[in-house]
């Protein structure tokens, strides 16, 4: 197995342009986890899917962030303006969910840079 | 206050040491994970435990949930276990808050 997908790996853009970042998850995993971790803030959850379904975004710190499941082996997490604050590493992790599993696969992470 | 707290925040062992990072939290929980992200910047999941003790090789996980509190250890550390450790705690619902980390540099 491949395990999670991310693309971009690195991403430098300016100010104001759109960001997408894309995830494919582990085949089978039927939860995916969206992270963000900056230096300062350390590593945060933003939002995850549940069989494609968003079950909690409350972590995404604003409206110029978006994410979208469309199936089951894709998602993205768009931003849009960008922001030099945006500037973090994204991690995309996935996960089955059963009786006693929920141990989260990461992928490489994204590397924004937002000039 | 963080919901979650790790000590020490850097750890410096030499090769061989048994090695301890403490984690405690003040939410409930359904799970503790501990996680190893290398220098590199890969994140790996080592434990997810909700009560008890697991082990994988060298790393045992403890977690005592009338104390909040969850122990990392490390035997017979190498500079290869060289990473930073998160300890994350899950609420129900896959909330999750996170530690700081501990940064453990291992000399050989």
């Known amino acids: 197995d491949a395990g999670v997908i991310q693309s971009p790996r690195h991403e430098v853009t300016e100010m104001g342009q759109e960001v997408t970042l894309r995830c494919k998850p582990i085949s089978g995993h039927n939860s995916l986890f969206w992270y963000r971790q900056t230096m300062m803030r350390g590593l945060e959850l933003l939002i995850y899917f549940n069989n494609n379904v968003p079950i909690d975004d409350s972590g995404m710190p604003e409206d110029r962030f978006s994410a979208k499941m469309p199936n089951a082996s894709f998602s993205t997490l768009k931003i849009q303006p960008s922001e030099p604050r945006d500037s973090a590493v994204y991690f995309c992790?996935?996960?089955?969910?059963?009786?006693?599993?929920?141990?989260?696969?990461f992928g490489p992470g994204t590397r924004l840079t937002v000039l | 206050k963080n919901e979650v707290e790790q000590s020490p925040q850097n750890l410096t062992a030499q090769e061989g040491e048994f090695i301890t990072i403490n984690c405690s939290y003040s939410v409930g929980i359904s799970a503790l994970h501990w996680l190893q992200q290398h220098p590199g910047g890969g994140i790996v999941s080592l434990f997810m435990l909700s009560s008890g003790k697991k082990k994988h090789g060298r790393l045992i996980a403890t977690i005592n949930i009338q104390e909040k509190h969850s122990s990392l250890h490390i035997t017979a550390s190498h500079p290869r276990d060289s990473a930073v450790y998160i300890c994350a705690a899950r609420l129900t619902g896959n909330q999750f808050y996170f530690g700081t980390g501990t940064s453990l540099t291992v000399i050989p």
């Open positions: 992790a996935s996960s089955l969910t059963s009786g006693r599993a929920n141990e989260q696969f």
